[in-house]
């Protein structure tokens, strides 16, 4: 199974949150992975802010061991038709429509995303928004 995990996921990872085990399932070798590039971008700036310039580069490394999908043209047509079809707000969008256009499943905390087609959503106890 191809999966992408969401920076929600991947930063409860990283962290060590409550549910870094759930998360850590899908990180196992008999999945193959991607990341998109937006996902990079919010990791990284999320680990910085909380544990560093250092820490932030070093996960965002691990990121990056996996293929990193660039956005292209195609990817944003998709995400915008995305976007309009379920209301979801742009980062969202793009982690989804990359999602689409590499065939994998989204695994991801994000309650706005938990609905759709091809999403593994893992609740966390908290509100998640």
């Known amino acids: 199974m191809k999966i992408l995990m969401d920076s929600s996921g991947w930063i409860e990872f990283f962290m060590g949150g409550p549910l870094a085990e759930q998360y850590a399932a899908y990180l196992a070798p008999r999945h193959d992975h991607i990341t998109s590039t937006i996902i990079v971008y919010e990791v ?17 490394g691990q990121l990056s061991a996996s293929p990193v999908i660039q956005l292209t043209e195609s990817i944003a047509y998709l995400a ?7 209301g979801l707000a742009m980062a969202d969008a793009i982690v989804y429509a990359t999602a689409r256009d590499q065939e994998a499943r989204v695994v991801t905390g994000d309650a706005d995303l ?6 593994i959503y893992i609740k966390s106890g908290k509100n998640n928004s």
């Open 80 to 86: 915008a038709d995305v976007s309009l079809q379920h």
């Open 114 to 119: 938990k609905n759709l087609p091809d999403v």
């Open 44 to 60: 990284y700036k999320k680990i910085k802010r909380e544990k560093g310039e250092e820490t932030a580069l070093l996960y965002s």
